[in-house]
């Protein structure tokens, strides 16, 4: 059984910096893709950033780009999202999600219908 659980989620202010973590278990994640999805009140879940397990290749929403990194470590299987000059619009619920379509680019992993496991989020909140 496949577990994703997020955490370092919080309350920062505009221009401040986050890290979010997703701790996987429940089997190899060798050739998985991993992503980040976020949602906020009232709108649809959407694309944050992705990552393939074996490569570590990742790849950004235009909106996020320059400012968060994705990141794995493989020896915690743990995938990781700095988030750096964090905006207001950036308030969202934020999930972390596995692939098992493996060994695809990192674009691969932009839709949410590809993932086949979802953790239950974390709550980043950025104020003015």
């Known amino acids: 059984q496949v577990q994703l659980v997020e955490s370092g989620g919080g309350l920062v202010q505009d221009g401040g910096s986050l890290r979010l973590s997703c701790a996987a278990s429940?089997?190899?994640?060798?050739?998985?893709?991993m992503g980040w999805f976020r949602q906020a009140p009232g709108k649809e879940r959407e694309f944050v950033a992705a990552?393939?397990?074996?490569?570590?290749?990742?790849y950004y929403a235009d909106s996020v780009k320059g400012r968060f990194t994705i990141s794995r470590d493989k020896s915690e299987n743990t995938v990781l999202l700095q988030m750096n000059s964090l905006k207001l619009e950036d308030t969202a619920r934020y999930y972390c999600?596995?692939?098992?379509?493996?060994?695809?680019?990192?674009?691969?992993?932009?839709?949410?219908?590809?993932?086949?496991?979802w953790g239950q989020g974390t709550q980043v909140t950025v104020s003015s």
């Open positions: 999600a596995a692939s098992a379509t493996r060994y695809r680019g990192s674009s691969y992993y932009v839709k949410a219908d590809v993932y086949d496991f």
């Open positions: 429940g089997r190899t994640f060798s050739g998985y893709g």
């Open positions: 990552i393939t397990w074996n490569s570590g290749s990742g």
